[in-house]
Structures are given as C-alpha cells and as structure tokens.
C-alpha cells in the first residue's frame, strides 16, 4: 500500500501490487489485505513537533488495520513494526506514539499478531540516518544524551532477516513482542 497521490515505487518488481489508501480507510484497508496470506505493517511517522504528528500512523493506522482485519472471516497474521523506542514511552512522543500502537495491539487477541521492536534502522536509500552516518565518518558525533548513552543501529538487511524468519512461522510468534538486533554482543 502507498500514500494516496504518490508515485508507484519503480524499485519494486512488477509482480507487487501497489494500491493507494489512506491508513484510516478501513473498507479499503480490508479490500486490500483480503485474501493475503499475511500483512506487514511497516507505516510509521518518525518526525514531528507534537504528539499528533506521530499519532495518524504509528496509532490510528494500527486502530484502522486491526479493524479491518477483525471484519475477515479468515484474518491474516499481522506483523507489526514497532520501534525499541516503545519500551520507554517517556522519552518522547514518538515512543509514546510506538508504545500506544502497540497497546492497540493487544486490545485484539482474536487477531495473530506479533510485534517486532527494531532499533534505528539505516541502509541504502535512508534519508533519516544519513546525516548522522555522514558525521560518523568525519569522525564527528554529537551526544544525543548522557555522556554514556549508546545508540542502537539495525541494518536494513537484518530488519529484513527478521521478518523472513516471522513470514516462515508467524503462528510461533502469536502474541509476543521482540525487541530485535544484528546478534553481535555489543553491536
């Protein structure tokens, strides 16, 4: 699914369908995902000057995709992508945003979902890491916070390891939260 007005992605291959629905469209929603053999919902907002900002996504989107897929007769598992951020929902409206999608989440125990937590993940064509990946190879990094604070990274290819492994056994992984990493001690 893409934004409603935007472009088809060129890099996807030809055999994905790209529909254009707003996240709280529930009837298009549920058109959409009919007949899936599972949905990844992977649509978040990640900047923003107020809580609302985070909230049409990260909350309302999962409110609207929970709805459509409890109106299924068969519902499809559903993966959620989190944010490690969801387990300190003090820090910040994001991570309040990620923690209360979540809470939607399990509201639902008649649906088959599972919750991956990723920390920031940077890869090819990121525009969110960039700059700070850039200042990183200058040999610059300012402190986001305490002077012993440590930041989390996940490769886009791990994040994508994690959910292969999810799509070969969701029914393992009903109702459970997992906060996930790249498996090297110390990152």
Known sequence: MIRPGRQ???RLP??????PADLADVEKLA????GCG????CAGSVRGRAATDFSAANVKGVKAMCKALAGAEHPPPLLLISSLAASRPELSDYANSKH???????????LRWTIL?????????????????KMIRR???????????????????DLVE????????????????????????GG
């Open 139 to 157: 040999g610059l990094l300012a402190h986001a916070g305490p002077a012993g604070q440590k930041l989390s990274l996940l490769h886009v290819d």
């Open 117 to 133: 937590r990723p920390p920031a993940v940077y890869g090819p064509g990121d525009r969110e890491m960039l700059p700070l990946l």
């Open 38 to 41: 599972a949905v990844i919902y």
């Open 100 to 110: 209360e999608g979540e809470k939607v989440l399990l509201c639902h125990s008649n």
């Open 14 to 19: 030809d055999a994905c369908e790209q529909i």
């Open 8 to 10: 088809a992605d060129a």
């Open 162 to 185: 994690a959910v292969m492994r999810w799509l070969s056994a969701p029914q393992k992984c009903l109702h459970k939260t997992y906060a996930i990493d790249d498996g090297t001690p």
């Open 31 to 34: 058109a959409a995902t009919a």
